[in-house]
């Protein structure tokens, strides 16, 4: 590849949600019926160009890893489908997404898009790693970065945070 083409397009609703160190997406190359390979490797060559260590796929099938390993890029699979229980995947998640941070991993982490889910999983991370101190305040954090509203599937994942292995406990109401 040569020109401006050579270092790729940033993925679709990229967003930083711990700046520097942990991004969101939609799934690179697009989803469902939009998915285009061209498409697809471009964003994976930005990604690896700005210094990805690791992308995370949370979705439910391994769609598409390959073109992770046919550019050199470094990827976990998280299957996190409708179906999955949250608190055993999540648990799972935020302890390897704790430990790759810590190790100074620079990761993106996708669904097939950006939506509630995915929304829930990293505000879920804010609260359950401690960086913020509740649940609310999480979800207010990541609705201002990405720009929009959560809906109830992302708000329900939030608030199963106390009861994952690890999580930081809640702050104590003030008298």
């Given at each position: 590849?040569?020109?401006?083409?050579?270092?790729g397009i940033?993925?679709?609703?990229?967003?930083?949600?711990?700046?520097?160190?942990?991004?969101?997406?939609?799934?690179?190359?697009?989803?469902?019926?939009?998915?285009?390979?061209?498409?697809?490797?471009?964003?994976?060559?930005?990604?690896?160009?700005?210094?990805?260590?690791?992308?995370?796929?949370?979705?439910?099938?391994?769609?598409?890893?390959?073109?992770?390993?046919?550019?050199?890029?470094?990827?976990?699979?998280?299957?996190?489908?409708?179906?999955?229980?949250?608190?055993?995947v999540l648990?799972?998640?935020?302890?390897?997404?704790?430990?790759?941070?810590?190790?100074?991993?620079?990761?993106?982490?996708?669904?097939?898009?950006?939506?509630?889910?995915?929304?829930?999983?990293v505000a879920?991370?804010?609260?359950?790693?401690?960086?913020?101190?509740?649940?609310?305040?999480?979800?207010?954090?990541?609705?201002?970065?990405?720009?929009?509203?959560?809906?109830?599937?992302?708000?329900?994942?939030?608030?199963?945070?106390?009861?994952?292995?690890?999580?930081?406990?809640?702050?104590?109401?003030?008298?």
């Amino acid at each position: 590849m040569k020109g401006k083409w050579a270092k790729g397009i940033p993925p679709r609703f990229f967003a930083w949600i711990i700046k520097g160190k942990l991004a969101v997406s939609e799934r690179p190359g697009g989803y469902a019926r939009n998915h285009r390979k061209v498409r697809r490797q471009e964003e994976i060559l930005w990604l690896r160009g700005e210094g990805f260590t690791r992308i995370v796929s949370l979705l439910p099938s391994p769609h598409n890893l390959h073109a992770y390993d046919e550019l050199g890029v470094t990827w976990s699979h998280v299957p996190f489908g409708p179906h999955d229980d949250a608190g055993l995947v999540l648990g799972e998640l935020y302890i390897q997404l704790r430990d790759w941070l810590n190790a100074g991993e620079r990761i993106l982490v996708h669904q097939e898009e950006l939506g509630d889910r995915l929304m829930g999983v990293v505000a879920g991370y804010l609260r359950w790693s401690g960086m913020v101190p509740s649940g609310p305040k999480a979800i207010a954090i990541v609705e201002r970065i990405l720009g929009r509203q959560m809906g109830p599937a992302g708000r329900q994942i939030v608030a199963l945070v106390p009861n994952i292995v690890g999580s930081a406990p809640e702050p104590a109401a003030a008298e």
